[in-house]
């Protein structure tokens, strides 16, 4: 092959390449359009419209209260946190998936969503208050893992890749015992409808100032996967590669691991546990932009924010009653994820 014709086929890919980063914006708009005016109620666009405008601007919109309620508390309120947590879990994924190099990995492996969920089957079993709820589930996350990782750095000699997946399983099979005992002691009248309500993952009881109070937690997440993001390339080589090129791989490896755990717990204290968001999203981005992490993480935000945000649109059209997301995300994301162990990708490369 001539140089030509090889400068001609790199133009053609990166021509692609560019070409298919275009999609996750395109398809993240379609889908919150879609999902606003998705429900039992029928919303029209200048009435939606109205609505936004006269909250913004303090004047009457003359609208039915019942269409304002239905816009302003229930549709608004549960795009936003469909955004804000799909987008968490996706970004959480990419990095996870970047630091262990295996595509297969989610942002439950370390025992955040075990640990989240203790704290808030912990809350609902000793009657809090939802805010309590809330907080316990997000601190609950944050310990399980830190937990995990005492545990990792007390093994030495050992691939610490290997020995912190290790001590995830085993802190998260310890903290599912512990879910498992407070359900079987739980109220079966009420708080067990409860607890098993809120493990299931529903963005039905969200309000704005749910969405909004996660924010600071992801954006301060967010943060350092922006800045330290040519960094995250060479985390995605061996340990050995990456230390001869300058990395100190186990104090960044610390710094993201607690960025993505944040956005994480942040999400799954106000949504409960949605699987498979932080696995297949990153995956389907990484196929449309490649593994570089630049293009990468913007591609994961916008596609797990939309598909969270169609799911849970579904999940409130689909049937008379609402289905839990948890159940959706897994009808769709198992069969993806036997679709990946089928196509014999065994290792990051």
């Known amino acids: 092959m001539s140089k030509g014709e090889a400068l001609s086929g790199i133009g053609k890919q990166g021509r692609a390449a560019r070409l298919r980063g275009v999609v996750p914006p395109v398809l993240l708009l379609i889908v919150v359009v879609l999902a606003l005016f998705a429900g039992k109620y029928d919303v029209s666009p200048s009435d939606m419209a109205l609505v936004v405008w006269s909250r913004l601007t303090g004047t009457p919109s003359g609208l039915d209260s019942t269409v304002e309620t239905v816009v302003w508390n229930v549709r608004l309120p549960r795009v936003l946190a469909g955004l804000l947590v799909g987008a968490s879990l996706a970004a959480a994924g990419a990095v996870y998936q970047g630091l262990f190099r295996n595509p297969l990995v989610s942002p439950d492996i370390l025992g955040v969503s075990a640990g989240a969920s203790l704290g808030a089957v912990g809350g609902i079993f000793f009657s809090l208050p939802v805010l309590a709820i809330q907080s316990m589930a997000f601190a609950g996350g944050l310990v399980a893992v830190a937990l995990v990782y005492l545990v990792?750095?007390?093994?030495?000699?050992?691939?610490?890749?290997?020995?912190?997946?290790?001590?995830?399983?085993?802190?998260?099979?310890?903290?599912?015992?512990?879910?498992?005992?407070?359900?079987?002691?739980a109220d079966p009248y009420n708080q067990l409808p409860?607890?098993?309500?809120?493990?299931?993952?529903?963005?039905?009881?969200?309000?704005?100032?749910?969405?909004?109070?996660?924010?600071?937690?992801?954006l301060l997440g967010l943060a350092p996967m922006v800045?330290?993001?040519?960094?995250?390339?060479?985390?995605?080589?061996?340990?050995?590669?990456?230390?001869?090129?300058?990395?100190?791989?186990?104090?960044?490896?610390?710094?993201?691991?607690?960025?993505?755990?944040?956005?994480?717990?942040?999400?799954v204290s106000v949504s409960g546990i949605i699987g498979w968001v932080g696995l297949v999203m990153p995956h389907i981005a990484r196929g449309?932009?490649?593994?570089?992490?630049?293009?990468?993480?913007?591609a994961s935000l916008m596609l797990g924010g939309g598909y969270l945000v169609g799911v849970d649109a579904l999940a409130r059209t689909v049937a008379q009653i609402e289905v839990p997301l948890g159940i959706l995300t897994a009808v769709i994301g198992a069969p993806f994820f036997l679709w990946l162990l089928a196509s014999g990708r065994r290792g990051w490369q």
């Open 152 to 185: 990792g750095s007390a093994v030495r000699g050992r691939d610490p890749i290997l020995v912190l997946v290790l001590a995830g399983v085993a802190i998260g099979a310890l903290l599912g015992a512990c879910i498992s005992l407070l359900k079987v002691l």
């Open 194 to 218: 409860a607890i098993t309500f809120w493990l299931l993952g529903s963005l039905a009881s969200i309000t704005r100032a749910d969405a909004f109070s996660i924010l600071p937690a992801v």
């Open 227 to 267: 800045l330290l993001r040519w960094r995250m390339n060479l985390m995605t080589l061996d340990e050995e590669e990456a230390r001869a090129l300058g990395m100190e791989t186990g104090r960044l490896r610390l710094l993201l691991v607690a960025a993505a755990t944040l956005m994480t717990a942040a999400a």
């Open 288 to 298: 449309l932009v490649g593994p570089d992490f630049g293009r990468l993480l913007p």
